[in-house]
Each structure stands twice: as C-alpha cells, then as structure tokens.
C-alpha cells in the first residue's frame, strides 16, 4: 500500500511543475504594471520607479524570476505583497480559515444533499420522488451560482429574513453553504441514481432480494457500496475545486477569503500572492485526486495491485 501512495505521489511532481510555470508566464503576459498600481497615479521619477522595480525584483529576466519563485518557495517563503508589504504566508493565513470554513460546510451540503437526492432516486425511480429529485439537481447544474444567490438571499434573507445576509457565525454561513453547494449536489444526485440503478440489475441484487431483503436494504446495503467507485471521482474533484473556487460566494455575500484575496490581488497585480494562491489551489486539487486512488485502493484492493 506504502509504494502504492508513493507513485501517486510521485506523479503530483510535474503536475505542480506545469501549473506553477503556467500561472508564473500567464501573470507576466497580463497587460499593466504592477509599479504604476502601487504608486496609484501619484508622480514620481523614473528612478523612483526603477528603485521600486528593483526592490521587487522586477527588474530581472523572467528566468531569474522563475528561478527565485521556485526556489524559494521549495522553503516556503512566497515572498512579500506588493500590496502590503506583509509576508504572503502571512495575507493568506489570514484569509484562510473563512475559506475552510465555506469550503467544509459547502462540502457537508452539497456531498450529503446529493447521496441523499440520488439514494431517494435511485430507491424509488420513475416516481414522483425521482422527478422532484433530478429536478432538483437540474436546478443545481445548470442555474450560476450567482443567481442562485441572489434568489436565495431574497426569499429567505429579505422576504423572510429567516437567515443574515451577511456577518458571522454559523446562521450567516447557511446561505453561501446552500450556493456552494448546489453544484455537488445536482452531480452527485445524478451519479448516485445512475450508479444504484446500473448495479440494481446484477446477479447479487437478485440473490438478495430472492433471500427475502426489503428494497431498501438491498439498495442501501449491497447496491450502494458498489455504486461508490463514480461516487467517489466526483467527490474527489469536488473537494478540490471547493478548496479554491469560492470567489463567487464570496464576492455575492461579501466574505472573506481566498477567493476575494486572488480576485483583488489579480486586480492589483500583485504577483506573489497570485502564485502563491494558484498553487496552493493546484496542489488542494491534485492531492484531492491522490486521495481519490488511494481511496480506489482500500474498496478494491485488485486497483493497487494492477
């Protein structure tokens, strides 16, 4: 199992080679300099400028950048904002628990409200359940997760007023948990009926239900665990693109987080925080997909084998 995980991790290595050069060249080729927007429009003198060039490091050749990004942060050190001056460790670390905490509760909404639609689908198909359920996460596919926002924050929020808009504290995190959400749940309810009624079918289902078993236990003892396999891909992606994608949920009820911070840094161009946020984005996302396999290999011990 050890040698298994290691060559999965093995293969995270070029992944974050690609993404980090790719988001290195792609901040550089952006149009605007990151000088003119800390300055703000203010006078100053070439040599002021070039001072500042220098001291952000600006000033050298794109690979002597690259190198110095790298190999600092192997150690790491990402680096000064430009914007403020602190440590990047520092900016992001402060933004980081609110995302976590969007991204868990999201992530408990949208994995639970979708086994839970998909099991209810997949227990009673062709039946009005099954329709209310893929309606449901029709809804949570195909509609953007502004507007869904918007709807929920005016019934709920201002005609209602069930639930804060914005603030602290769990009340307020119900609604951005819901928007978060919604996409996961719609894939998961959709996969997990797909996956019960595709196994339904089998010979051990119909030698357990000739042993007398109520459906339900049938589906939710025998059929579900092997439906998990499509359950578990989608949950992997899933958590990786809730580590890094709340920048609508956030930008929609005005929370802080990594999502806001590479929105903003992205405006300013400041370039050590934008790295920094992209590869910590791609590791969460790759290192998701490792878990995913290595989870492939505990239900089926045959995968790690191969």
């Given amino acids: 199992m ?16 690609v993404a980090t050069t790719c988001a290195f060249l792609v901040l550089r080729l952006i149009p605007g300099d990151p000088v003119n927007l800390m300055l703000s429009g203010r006078p100053a003198s070439e040599r002021v400028r070039e001072n500042l060039r220098a001291k952000l490091g600006l000033n050298r050749p794109l690979p002597a950048q690259y190198a110095y990004f790298v190999l600092h942060a192997l150690r790491g050190d990402f680096g000064e904002s430009f914007a403020t001056g602190q440590p990047v460790s520092q900016v992001i670390a402060q933004q980081l628990p609110a995302s976590l905490q969007l991204a868990g509760a999201g992530f408990i ?7 839970a639609l998909g099991i209810a689908a997949g227990l009673y198909p062709n039946t009005a359940i099954d329709g209310a359920a893929m309606f449901l996460a029709l809804v949570g596919i195909s509609m953007p997760g502004y507007w869904i926002a918007m709807l929920l924050i005016y019934f709920f929020g201002l005609r209602l007023g069930w639930v804060p808009i914005v603030g602290g504290g769990l009340p307020a995190l119900i609604l951005p948990a819901v ?22 079918g089998e010979d051990y289902i119909r030698t357990a239900r000739a042993k007398g078993l109520m459906e339900r236990v049938v589906v939710l003892r025998h059929a579900l665990r092997n439906a998990l396999f499509p359950v578990v891909t989608m949950t992997g992606l899933l958590l990786g693109l809730f580590i890094g994608g709340g920048v609508i949920t956030e930008t929609v009820f005005a929370r802080q987080g990594l999502g806001a911070l590479l929105v903003t840094s992205i405006l300013t161009k400041d370039y050590p925080v934008v790295q920094a ?26 995968i790690r084998y191969q």
Avoid: C, E, H
Wanted: no cysteine; proline share 3%; glycine share 10%.
């Fill in 277 to 302: 946020l992209l590869l910590l984005t791609t590791a969460a996302y790759v290192f998701a997909n490792v878990l995913v396999d290595v989870v492939y290999g505990v239900i089926d011990p045959r």
């Fill in 109 to 115: 909404v949208g994995v639970g409200g979708g086994l």
């Fill in 179 to 200: 928007v978060f959400g919604s996409y996961a749940i719609g894939n998961l309810a959709r996969l997990v009926r797909s996956s019960i009624l595709d196994v339904r």
């Fill in 2 to 17: 050890s040698r298994y995980v290691l060559r999965k991790l093995m293969w995270t290595v070029p992944v974050l080679v």
